[in-house]
């Protein structure tokens, strides 16, 4: 039984075989698994935590090919269901020197927009503890309604319910909808992820602590702002910290945030404590830290999710 649902695309990252350049200019293209709910259901699976993951991709050879990657990763796929009607979603990553990236996405549509609420496995919901989700499931119809329908259902159950606004703003009709978007599933949210330029972008400020106020509702337990170099930030109703990142030899950012996640909620399902304890938190984010560190030194974002042994490994070292 899985502790943890994702819920959300899937998809393939085509990412190019050498850093530094751009689409045009690039030689050649590796596939690799990838989505970020997909993301944080592997990171999760290798932290220790049973995960499945929830969603739709097509019945062609790349939808099954991610359900394979997922479940040889020992995360729980049958929540997952296969499209006729359209096919798995692509997205060709452009890598600059720095490892930071930029998308170019084929969904027109791809399978993962038609996942419909009639196709949310409730049962496996139920059963569960935790319920993550992003905002790309929130963009059209049907899967808007059937991402609302996950969380409502979740939130009936239970469950904690877990976020990442994770902008991608090429795919919205337009900057307003992406607001409106992503501001929705923040409010049903009880922990949300979010980095920086999210909050800029969500509230029109670059002051981070206050644009974390402004977002705030009475029914959130946590919010973690990632700031890339420079670490993470945490808010919870009693306390607020900051937690330093690590210097590594940045090859694919493609992932991190989504390793951040993992990391961050295998911690939270361990120890439900972590809310209330500013030490536990400090240290819960520190080590989420580690495993978004650890996902930007391989490429691709599924191949590079550590597991619990290289990121003690790695803390060890520091």
């Given amino acids: 039984m899985a502790e943890a649902i994702c819920l959300g695309e899937l998809l393939i990252d085509f990412v190019p075989t050498v850093t530094g350049t751009g689409l045009t200019d690039a030689p050649a293209f590796v596939k690799a698994p990838g989505g970020a709910p997909g993301n944080v259901a592997v990171g999760l699976a290798r932290l220790g935590i049973p995960s499945a993951f929830m969603g739709k991709v097509g019945a062609d050879a790349f939808g099954h ?41 084929y969904r027109h549509p791809s399978a993962d927009m038609l996942f419909t609420p009639q196709e949310v496995n409730v049962g496996a919901i139920q059963q569960a503890k935790l319920l993550h989700f992003g905002s790309i499931s929130l963009i059209s119809e049907p899967s808007r309604s059937a991402t609302l329908h996950a969380v409502d259902t979740a939130r009936a159950a239970g469950c904690l319910i877990s976020y990442d606004p994770n902008l991608r703003l090429p795919l919205w009709p337009d900057a307003d909808a992406a607001r409106e978007g992503m501001l929705l599933g923040l409010k049903k949210a009880h922990i949300v992820k979010i980095s920086d330029d999210e909050t800029a972008f969500l509230t029109g400020t670059d002051d981070l602590e206050q644009a974390c106020k402004t977002l705030w509702h009475d029914e959130l337990k946590l919010m973690v702002a990632t700031r890339g170099r420079d670490g993470c ?48 938190l400090g240290e819960l984010c520190r080590f989420a830290n580690a495993v978004g560190a650890l996902a930007t030194t391989i490429r691709g974002a599924i191949p590079a999710l550590p597991d619990r042994k290289k990121v003690l490994e790695f803390l060890r070292d520091q």
Avoid: C, I, N
């Avoid at 990763?73 to 990236?101: K, M, Q």
């Fill in 65 to 105: 090919f991610l359900a394979a990657t997922l479940a040889e990763s020992g995360v729980d796929v049958s929540p997952l269901v296969f499209s006729s009607e359209a096919r798995t979603a692509l997205a060709f990553v452009s890598l600059r020197a720095d490892g930071e990236r930029e998308f170019m996405f």
């Fill in 233 to 280: 930030v945490y808010f919870t109703p009693s306390f607020t910290g900051a937690a330093k990142t690590f210097t590594v030899e940045a090859v694919d950012a493609t992932g991190a945030g989504d390793g951040f996640v993992a990391g961050l909620l295998q911690g939270v399902l361990a120890d439900p404590t972590a809310f209330t304890d500013k030490t536990k």
